[in-house]
């Protein structure tokens, strides 16, 4: 999937990814494992931000969304992103392991589920889903 062109410029054959979390080391490990396999990359630190650069027209391929964040967890995010119509790959990231919270997480409108630490085979395994 190539990244869309939203500004009338060359539509990207790069994919694109949006890593959403509150915590520095966890964006910064999500960062380089996605630039380790040469996937674009932005980062944001709530689903409030992560619902704002989509309104604000920026598209991405994956979004690798955590649960427990402040502002806006990532079930609401998730939640906004699929009734604004975001048809991203929306993997959520996260250390819960109650499978109620999980559930609820998934009911939200992701395409798949990693919990933390994220490392290079799970983030391919989301991959191929994308490619697949």
Known sequence: MAAQGRHGGKKSNKMTALV????????????RLLDNLGIEN???????????????????DLILMDMDMP?????????????????SMIAG???RSMEREIREFIEAG??????KPLTMSKLISIIHKING
Do not use: P
């Open 71 to 87: 502002v806006m967890n990532g079930i609401e995010a998730t939640r906004q992103l699929r009734e604004m119509g975001i048809r």
């Open 110 to 115: 992701l395409d798949d589920y990693q919990e």
């Open 20 to 31: 959403v979390d509150d915590n520095t080391v966890n964006r910064m490990i999500h960062h």
């Open 93 to 95: 990231v996260s250390t």
């Open 42 to 60: 932005v980062a944001v630190v709530n689903g409030k931000e992560a619902v704002d650069i989509h309104c604000s027209g920026k598209t991405f």
